[in-house]
């Protein structure tokens, strides 16, 4: 295939919440160069969103999607608009039409529904087997984001790994940058009537813990102590044990925990500065952005050491297994009551920058499409 290459982007993430897939495009695609090499067409509902995050450029188009049904929107529309634009390259996450009209890209973040089941009802399975092995097998550029999700595709999904690319999430430049905490916890405490907390910033659903940690603050007298616990995420799947747990809390209890949806980039880097530790406690990831964005920050992170969040080993000691209630109190205890030295929350913070890099990323996302447009 001759340049130019015209390239399509599924980016109807950017209707809904926050997430890692939304994440992901827009890091890598702000990086691609700006020439007439390729032309990108992002499409979407929401183009207002899609306008604030995925930078204006010469080669940048942007198309607004009829349908708000993922089902017409898979299996007329695209198809359609994918003929109608001559698209090259259309890039998707997880899920592509049925009706192949061009070239895909495919990146299937993680199957942790395959790794972890008993984390997922088997309609949920059932539900997201199917749609992704075809999505895999259909892709002429099929990408992850782990090690770890990388031999979970081979292994559920029965592809072959050379055909499988890792192209790991990162963490934004914003994060590493140097902020003015107390500046930030006046800010926090002037519009949200927080301070003094301990942060979760997560999708709330089964797998991703966060019952583990009400649970801490109520057996280590957290509350008692004047401590808040912020939980910033949407709701993505019901989680009784957080209700169980919120059920054994007092008036006055309740008035110290916050569960906050909607929260947008800028105020997220101001809790985290804010905050006095944060924990991320999942049980299964396909990676893990925010212990990372924390870290960056040089903030005290706690995180979780199994599926692909093993491979942060420069969190040391600071690593926890997430089925330990016990061994994550204890962890949360010495951090409250020993301030974390400055050169160890540095190192960590080095140690990301290092090795998640979204130019890094971007760059070998861009020359795997080059390689396989010129083959």
């Known amino acids: ?36 090499n390729f032309k990108l067409f992002f499409a979407a509902n929401n183009l207002e ?22 089902v017409k929107r898979l299996s007329v529309e695209l198809p359609l608009l994918l003929r109608k634009l001559k698209i090259d390259y259309a890039h998707f996450q997880y899920i592509t039409p049925p009706i192949k009209v061009c ?37 002429d550029i099929l990408t992850t984001v782990s090690k770890f999700s990388k031999q979970s595709i081979h292994r559920f ?34 519009k949200y009537n927080i301070a003094n907390f301990v942060l979760v910033v997560s999708r709330i659903e089964p797998r991703k813990n966060h019952a583990v940690v009400l649970k801490a603050f109520k057996d280590l007298d957290l509350f008692k102590r004047g401590y808040h616990l912020v939980f910033i995420g949407a709701q993505s799947i019901s989680d009784e044990s957080i209700r169980n747990e919120m059920k054994t809390l007092t008036a006055k209890e309740l008035a110290q925990y916050h569960h906050l949806e909607n929260i947008d980039e800028e105020d997220l880097i101001r809790f985290y500065n804010a905050a006095t530790l944060c924990i991320y406690p999942s049980k299964a990831e396909g990676f893990g952005i925010p212990p990372l964005e924390s870290a960056a920050l040089k903030i005290p992170t706690l995180c979780s050491n199994v599926s692909a969040m093993s491979d942060f080993s420069f969190f040391e000691d600071a690593h926890f297994n997430p089925k330990d209630q016990t061994l994550l109190e204890n962890k949360i205890l010495n951090v409250l009551n020993n301030k974390v030295p ?30 396989h447009s010129k083959s």
């Open 342 to 371: 400055e050169e160890s929350l540095a190192k960590i913070s080095d140690a990301i920058k290092k090795k998640y890099s979204w130019c890094n990323s971007a760059n070998l996302f861009f020359n795997l499409i080059l390689r």
């Open 49 to 70: 969103n899609l306008r604030n995050e995925i930078k204006e450029r010469s080669n940048v188009f942007y198309i607004q999607y009829k349908s708000r049904s993922s």
């Open 1 to 36: 295939m001759s340049l130019p290459v015209n390239l399509f982007v599924d980016a109807h993430t950017f209707d809904s919440e926050f997430q890692g897939s939304r994440t992901f495009i827009k890091e890598i695609y702000n990086r691609f160069p700006t020439d007439d």
């Open 157 to 190: 999904l029965n592809i072959d790994l050379q055909k499988i690319h890792v192209i790991p999430n990162a963490v934004g430049d914003k994060y590493f940058l140097s902020y003015n905490k107390d500046e930030m916890k006046q800010y926090i405490f002037k």
């Open 103 to 139: 070239k895909y890209i495919v990146t299937t973040h993680d199957v942790i529904f395959e790794d972890y089941p008993e984390e997922f009802s088997r309609f949920y399975r059932l539900e997201k087997h199917i749609p992704y092995k075809i999505a895999a097998k259909q892709a």
